[in-house]
């Protein structure tokens, strides 16, 4: 008994680790390559003492706790963004916005930096992309049992059953998952009837317990993180099948220089440096795991 536990510890462990894996090694072998700066004028806008951010409910990542009764905003990506603003030595500001909205802001240059990002060609007209600081793992998530009657063991063939079954899909409005196929599989007008687009994680939830959707994609910390929360981790389960991908901060073109984009990359190795970014992994993600039996 006792050494079935500690091998349920070190799964949770194992998971934390996981969490980096792909950024660190992106870290190592991809030296970042300052993009080309944005026009002068644009430039202008920028408060050097400032950044402009925003969140939206993404638990465990960005949330809202409450200690004593007042809310107070929290999360992974919260207190890395806030940590990242302390050794910059600037005010951050986070706003609550709907992640498309946020998009929208850093294109038009009210908002200066977005946590949680990934990488796209598209993005990169309008944004700078910082090195990775922690990774993402995506999951179709389903009823309780369900997963059984999807037998695929790819991204190809998983879509091509969401097709051919007229599986209705959640997913959140704005959001770029892990994997490409995934992304232009949602962009494409031939699927419009069979995407439920929504806010966040919670709501997919909801509509799957409803019967709206028939299963969503999500991040799988944040989709056991929403069950938990709700104590419905008993009535859904995750598909099998998993892909990931490295995770950013994005600055706006607009407002941001490759300068500033250099110095929160060093804030970033700092942070890995000091343990800093670990500790906060494993305060926010290793309960959900352990909780859950997810890892």
């Known amino acids: 008994m006792f050494s079935a536990r500690w091998r349920k510890v070190a799964a949770c462990l194992a998971a934390i680790a996981g969490f980096f894996s792909l950024a660190a090694i992106a870290s190592a072998q991809e030296p970042s390559q300052a993009p080309s700066p944005p026009p002068a004028a644009a430039v202008g806008h920028a408060s050097p003492d400032r950044l402009r951010g925003g969140w939206y409910l993404w638990d465990p990542y960005q949330y809202r706790d409450y200690r004593r009764g007042v809310p107070v905003l929290s999360g992974f990506d919260v207190e890395t963004e806030r940590a990242l603003a302390r050794i910059l030595g600037v005010e951050l500001q986070l706003a609550e916005i709907a992640w498309s909205d946020h998009q929208a802001a850093l294109q038009k240059g009210t908002a200066d930096i977005a946590a949680g990002a990934t990488e796209t060609e598209a993005r990169r007209a309008y944004a700078?992309?910082?090195?990775?600081?922690?990774?993402?793992?995506?999951?179709?998530?389903?009823?309780?049992?369900?997963a059984?009657?999807?037998?695929?063991?790819?991204i190809d063939a998983m879509l091509s059953a969401f097709a051919r079954q007229k599986f209705r899909l959640g997913v959140v409005a704005g959001f770029v998952y892990a994997d490409p196929r995934v992304n232009a599989f949602i962009a494409d007008p031939a699927n419009k009837e069979l995407i439920v687009a929504s806010g966040g994680v919670e709501q997919n939830l909801r509509n799957?317990?409803?019967?709206?959707?028939?299963?969503f994609l999500a991040d799988r910390i944040a989709a056991a993180t929403a069950a938990w929360r709700r104590q419905q981790g008993a009535l859904?389960?995750?598909?099998?099948?998993?892909?990931?991908?490295?995770?950013?901060?994005m600055l706006s073109r607009a407002t941001q220089t490759p300068q500033m984009l250099a110095r929160v990359d060093a804030a970033i190795d700092q942070l890995r440096e000091s343990g800093e970014l670990r500790r906060l992994a494993a305060f926010y993600a290793l309960p959900v795991l352990r909780s859950t039996g997810r890892a």
Do not use: N
């Open 208 to 215: 799957l317990m409803s019967g709206a959707i028939d299963g």
């Open 236 to 249: 859904i389960e995750e598909h099998p099948l998993r892909f990931s991908t490295d995770i950013h901060f």
């Open 128 to 146: 700078l992309f910082s090195k990775p600081y922690r990774s993402e793992t995506d999951v179709l998530v389903v009823r309780k049992g369900m």
């Open 148 to 154: 059984r009657r999807y037998p695929f063991a790819s």
